[in-house]
């Protein structure tokens, strides 16, 4: 998706990689985290847009009140990601009809994407387009 483009790990990876810097292997808790500047800052500036981006246009189909952000990454740069997110998330507040979800940072780590696939049955019970995925 264009979400995991611009917002994953994958996705910093790629921008060190165009940068000329070394690109990290490995569990990214275990990263030189700090050594990714200025890099990071852009990452986190461009991340933090895409997933407001993704969490207005959720709630403004779904009835959801909270959304949270988490990952395989040091807890300093979750929470510098979630304050992004929110900036960005009150820019678009202003076109809101309705009222936004509050974004909070997880707990869970490398987790938090295990735990939630396991909602991908849910997605494709009742938000999937995907004709394969629509009841008969």
């Avoid at 070394?22 to 200025?38: H, I, L, N, S, T």
């Avoid at 909070?104 to 939630?116: D, E």
């Amino acid at each position: 998706t264009v979400g995991h483009r611009i917002c994953s790990t994958l996705a910093l990876r790629r921008r060190l990689a165009a940068a000329g810097r070394p690109v990290p292997v490995g569990d990214p808790a275990d990263w030189p985290w700090a050594d990714f500047e200025p890099v990071l800052e852009d990452w986190l500036s461009e991340a933090g847009y895409g997933l407001a981006q993704i969490i207005y246009n959720t709630a403004v189909v779904s009835d959801i009140d909270r959304v949270v952000i988490d990952g395989a990454m040091p807890r300093q740069v979750l929470e510098r990601l979630n304050a992004r997110t929110v900036q960005e998330l009150g820019a678009l507040e202003s076109h809101a009809s309705m009222g936004l979800p509050q974004v909070s940072t997880g707990t869970l780590g490398a987790r938090a994407a295990v735990i939630g696939s396991a909602q991908i049955p849910v997605f494709r019970r009742y938000f999937s387009r995907d004709y394969k995925d629509m009841p008969l």
